[in-house]
């Protein structure tokens, strides 16, 4: 089998995108620019990839690791500059070698095996990845002679008029010979309007030595998009969020308005759940079977296992087991577990707590440091008070405890199995078994108080 590599361009340092982050790293659906590109490659079992880098290097390498090998272009010189920077890691390498810049996220690794197919079958030196552009403004044109053999790629800025009105577009992606790529890499001149060194000229270089260059066509030009600016980047986003809720549907996730619901790449989703409009799942998010995500909830890496009910909510970084729900209007925050059959009402935040099976908080409740056993009632308006200014302290609540409405416990405390806290008191001691904890002042009455204040004198 013929050996793939693989060259990734990402030395560029995207000055149209008017930010201080390197181009490639912007984001589309949770995943940089460049992390897509790459997870693309490596779907096409790639021996060796390499990662051009230069503006923001570290913060490239950084975000890709180990997953490929990196060569640094200092200066920026051009696309055959940066390439052959990568000479030193692949000139030993036999085979095929595939290029591709890392701000072209919505490339898929079929595309790529297609494209490494058919420059196998033409026997090609060089094979061009083009596509049919709408509007060709500002793309390198693919010249053909009378019989579709492909005579050059010009540049915008080089092409004559006529060559302009050209709609087939080189989409900057490559297949090559590698050997007879980085020969020909070393020919290539920066005779041109831009002084840089075309990577496109390889092209030409090739057929003057004689070498078949042939150039495979795709039918999506979606796919073929390249982010400059921050349009194309909102642009791009709107692509492959609609490729990820199309795969979803697929899967018998029930999508009700996929053009207003955002979910990340990499986001799982089981069968027969139900997703509302205006909903945002992301991160390394993973949603069980026949759940429901109602309208305007937002959902950062968590873990919701089946038939789970989230309403209205924000949910991030926890872990909701099967049966429960939540909302609407409550926030579950990092290093919260919520039980099977647990019920969170209306405006009720946990964080960094572990709630029991078919526990109930109701509703204007704040449980934060806290173990909740089993079959526990917590009223309305409870606080676990965590924090006393320096330090955080947990509460322990055992199985089949009453929480009165409007308590405060104040951490550090043990509430046992079975014990009761009267409504409206403020707990800072242990609750021992079967006991009732009151921690208020007993209620007295001031006779005629309402004569004492003073008073308009409509209301005497």
């Known amino acids: 089998m013929t050996t793939k590599n693989a060259i990734i361009m990402a030395a560029g340092k995207g000055t149209r ?4 982050l390197v181009k490639v790293l912007h984001q589309v659906c949770g995943k940089s620019m460049v992390d897509h590109v790459l997870t693309q490659v490596e779907a096409t079992h790639i021996a060796n990839i390499v990662t051009i880098v230069g503006h923001g290097a570290k913060d490239v390498e950084a975000a890709l690791g180990d997953r490929t090998e990196y060569a640094v ?10 390439v052959l920077q990568a000479e030193s890691l692949l000139k030993d390498a036999d085979g095929m070698t595939l290029i591709v810049s890392g701000d072209t996220p919505l490339f898929k690794a079929e595309t790529f095996e297609e494209l490494f197919e058919y420059h196998q079958a033409k026997g090609a030196a060089g094979t061009i990845l083009t596509s049919k552009a709408p509007n060709p403004q500002g793309y390198g044109r693919v010249v053909r002679n009378r019989l579709g053999i492909v005579e050059k790629i010009v540049e915008q800025k080089d092409a004559t008029k006529e060559e302009q009105e050209i709609h087939e577009i080189n989409t900057g992606v490559y297949c090559f010979d590698n050997q007879k790529l980085f020969a020909a890499l070393h020919e290539v001149t920066n005779d041109n309007a ?5 990577l496109t000229d390889v092209i030409q270089i090739m057929k003057n030595q004689g070498d078949v260059v042939a150039a495979y066509q795709m039918d999506d030009f979606d796919e073929s998009m390249g982010v400059n600016t921050r349009a194309a980047l909102a642009q791009a986003t709107k692509v492959m969020q609609q490729r990820i809720n199309a795969q979803h549907m697929e ?3 029930s999508i009700i308005n996929p053009d207003d619901t955002y979910i990340d790449a990499g986001v799982k989703i089981g069968a027969d759940t139900i ?10 998010t993973t949603i069980g079977e026949d759940c429901f995500i109602g309208a305007h909830s937002e959902i950062h890496d968590m873990v919701i296992k089946d038939r789970v009910r989230v309403t209205a909510s924000f949910l991030e970084d926890s872990i909701m087991h099967a049966d429960s729900n939540i909302g609407p209007y409550s926030h579950l925050r990092p290093q919260a577990e919520i039980g099977e059959h647990v019920h969170l ?15 109930k908080v109701g509703h204007l409740t704040y449980v934060g440091d806290a173990t909740l056993g089993q079959d526990i009632n917590v009223g309305c308006g409870v606080v676990f008070v965590n924090y006393d200014g320096v330090n955080k302290h947990h509460t322990n609540v055992g199985d089949s405890a009453f929480i009165g409405s409007n308590s405060n416990i104040i951490a550090p405390v043990e509430v046992a199995d079975h014990s009761f806290i009267a409504a409206g008191s403020t707990i800072t001691d242990d609750v021992n078994f079967h006991d009732m904890a009151i921690a ?18 409509e209301n005497m």
């Open 17 to 20: 995108m008017k930010s201080k």
């Open 251 to 253: 899967n018998g996730v």
């Open 275 to 284: 997703i509302e409009p205006g909903v945002l799942i992301k991160g390394h």
């Open 73 to 82: 272009q200092t200066e920026q010189l051009g696309t055959g500059h940066a």
């Open 194 to 198: 831009q002084g840089e060194y075309y």
């Open 440 to 457: 208020r002042a007993r209620q007295t009455n001031k006779p005629d108080f309402w004569g004492r204040l003073p008073h308009e004198p």
């Open 345 to 359: 009402g209306n405006f009720v935040e946990v964080k960094k707590a572990k709630i029991g099976n078919r526990t």
